[in-house]
């Protein structure tokens, strides 16, 4: 036995390593209501154990004990991962959606994309960073409230000793040329190659295949992680989404459903049912309801310059049960009840610890602030995204999102040159065989995909 080959853990990365989230895990099952709190003490002990193949054999009892456990009496949602059953749990938001005249619905599927990409652009030179940082740089910069790119000009000469966050690694709108590659964004141009490759009935499966051919498993995070490399190993949908998967209501669909919004303006079943397929592959429950969700968002605001409509014809897409859709009402019932935008995204930190990783990167709290800069930013495009990346969380996620929404809805003239100007028509990506891309060449592309 002492002589079988083992891998060298202290090599992989901890999201392929399933024991080193064993409290991510914890607490997700919590969350999901399964009845797992006996267990508590082994779930430490694996998280506090030093990586080997003990730390990796107790994964695995883990990882039986949540497959295997039961969800608790009274709990108080009911959060299916299969189509037919979100459908059934819908609620519906009636909205008068007008589908724009031709050369109008390409204007707006041209904003969505530059939209997307300057939003994402904006939070990408502090993705990671903490508010109790991300405030004070702002401040000193004269740029809080937010209101521009942060620039590499805008640094102390000092940064890197003031500031933990490793301000001087990032990239900044004064020094680049065109769009640096991202996931945020790199996940638009995947999907429209999807599209192109396998229809717009692509499969789940079909999902997971472009996946494997197209991109290097280094471009992929957390629940994208794990799913690839369960891909690899040979899991199809939806247990790819399920094995060893601590991240599985993470925000990562989330911000992959974009093009199924942009390819059915106003079609707001249809985007959330393709985002659906997308997300199943690496997402359950909440998970998978974040990509319908802003997928859904998205293709309403083809139709509606309502930020409220957009906001409800999301949610309708989506189980009312859900804890998603209860945290996003709450957003929408609070706006509308007068609630103030500096208690509303107070309330948000308080809900979601943006110090802990589970919190920063979950798909509900993300969600919140998207649907928050939304309202609150009343569709001013520029002060919408600043609003987003300035609460913090997964900024470039949450800037790249609100700026899809507002894109659409209001087309390229309402994002500023100062917002398109370092972007210069240019998006980088990873995809193998794709490399940089014009943005209004991509924008017209994805008329070829409309029905």
């Not at 519906?92 to 109008?104: G, T, W």
């Not at 014809?313 to 859900?322: E, R």
């Not at 065989?433 to 029905?451: C, F, I, N, P, Q």
Request: charged share 25%.
């Amino acid at each position: 036995m002492n002589n079988i080959p083992r891998p060298d853990y202290e090599k992989m990365h901890t999201w392929e390593f399933y024991a080193d989230s064993a409290m991510i895990e914890y607490q997700q099952s919590i969350e999901e209501g399964l009845d797992i709190e006996k267990y508590r003490e082994l779930f430490e002990l694996t998280d506090k154990m030093p990586r080997g193949e003990v730390k990796k054999q107790l994964g695995d009892i883990l990882y039986g004990i949540v497959i295997n456990a039961p969800q608790k009496d009274g709990y108080a949602y009911n959060e299916p991962s299969e189509l037919c059953a979100i459908r059934a749990l819908r609620k519906e938001h009636k909205a008068e959606l007008r589908m724009p005249e031709s050369n109008e619905l390409e204007d707006r599927i041209h904003g969505a994309w530059l939209g997307r990409i300057c939003g994402c652009m904006l939070g990408k030179t502090v993705e990671g960073i903490h508010t109790d940082e991300l405030i004070p740089l702002l401040r000193e910069s004269n740029n809080y409230p937010m209101h521009r790119y942060i620039l590499r000009s805008d640094l102390p000469t000092d940064v890197d000793t003031r500031y933990k966050y490793r301000l001087s690694e990032r990239p900044y709108a004064d020094e680049i040329n065109g769009m640096p590659p991202d996931d945020d964004t790199n996940y638009v141009v995947l999907a429209q190659e999807l599209v192109a490759r396998y229809g717009r009935d692509f499969t789940a499966c079909d999902v997971a295949k472009i996946w494997i051919d197209k991109q290097p498993k280094y471009a992929y995070c957390t629940a994208e992680r794990v799913a690839f490399c369960n891909f690899v190993d040979g899991y199809r949908p939806p247990d790819s989404a399920i094995y060893k998967n601590a991240y599985r209501e993470w925000i990562g669909a989330q911000i992959r459903g974009d093009y199924f919004g942009y390819i059915n303006p106003c079609n707001t079943e249809l985007a959330a049912e393709m985002a659906f397929r997308d997300a199943s592959i690496s997402h359950v429950k909440n998970g998978i309801y974040g990509e319908m969700f802003a997928s859904a968002m998205i293709a309403a605001a083809a139709g509606t310059d309502s930020i409220e409509d957009v906001i409800l014809c999301g949610l309708a897409q989506i189980p009312h049960t859900s804890r998603l859709y209860e945290s996003v009402m709450g957003i929408v019932d609070g706006y509308k009840n007068g609630a103030h935008e500096g208690e509303c995204f107070e309330n948000i930190h308080k809900a979601y610890d943006e110090y802990s990783a589970h919190g920063w990167c979950h798909t509900i709290s993300n969600a919140m602030i998207v649907a928050a800069a939304l309202l609150y930013g009343k569709g001013d495009f520029g002060r919408s995204i600043c609003m987003a990346v300035e609460t913090g969380f997964d900024t470039d996620c949450n800037g790249a999102t609100v700026g899809s929404v507002l894109g659409m809805m209001k087309g390229t003239g309402a994002i500023g040159e100062e917002w398109s100007a370092p972007i210069a028509d240019r998006l980088e990506t990873a995809i193998f065989g794709v490399g940089t891309v014009s943005v209004s060449e991509r924008a017209k592309m994805t008329l070829d995909h409309l029905r």
